[in-house]
């Protein structure tokens, strides 16, 4: 079996979360929170977990309407996405990751590890739910 290197991003205006797979592309885990500041530091950043991680792949959740449309915020994300994408020379593929910041900030409640002043963790949570729903979609 070949090895799975996937990095999830949930992809916001001031900060975005980051998720990691094992090897073998079964299991999502949170692993950072990067506070954005200008796309080049972004992508010195992004540089270093995907040689430490020997990423291939970008998984970015995409914020589709209530209808399931591509809205202003969808269309924004998806740029950045595609930016970064060609900069950091990986594959990129999208998924619909409306509610998963919802859905995070449920498992965090219920795992006592919530808390408002820390956004980092929700949007890390959040990018391990777009991953693994990507993963199990394979």
């Known amino acids: 079996m ?3 290197s996937a990095l ?3 992809i916001g205006l001031r900060r975005i ?3 990691g797979c094992d090897g ?3 299991i ?3 692993l950072t929170t990067i506070e954005r500041s200008s796309f080049n530091d972004d992508v010195v ?3 270093e ?3 430490q991680r020997e990423v291939t792949i970008l998984v970015v959740g995409v914020p589709y309407n209530r209808e399931g449309e591509i809205g202003f915020q969808a269309k924004q994300v998806m740029k950045y996405a595609q930016r970064l994408a060609h900069h950091l020379q990986l594959e990129l593929e999208f998924v619909d990751e409306r509610f998963t910041s919802v859905e995070a900030e449920e498992q965090l409640r219920s795992s006592k590890k919530y808390s408002r002043q820390n956004k980092g963790l ?3 949570r959040a990018a391990a739910i777009i991953l693994q729903l990507w993963l199990d979609g394979r």
């Open 2 to 4: 070949k090895k799975l």
């Open 8 to 10: 999830g991003l949930d």
């Open 17 to 19: 979360g980051v998720a």
């Open 24 to 26: 073998l592309g079964l």
């Open 28 to 30: 999502a885990t949170e």
């Open 45 to 47: 950043k992004f540089k």
């Open 49 to 51: 977990i995907i040689e």
């Open 122 to 124: 929700i949007d890390k």
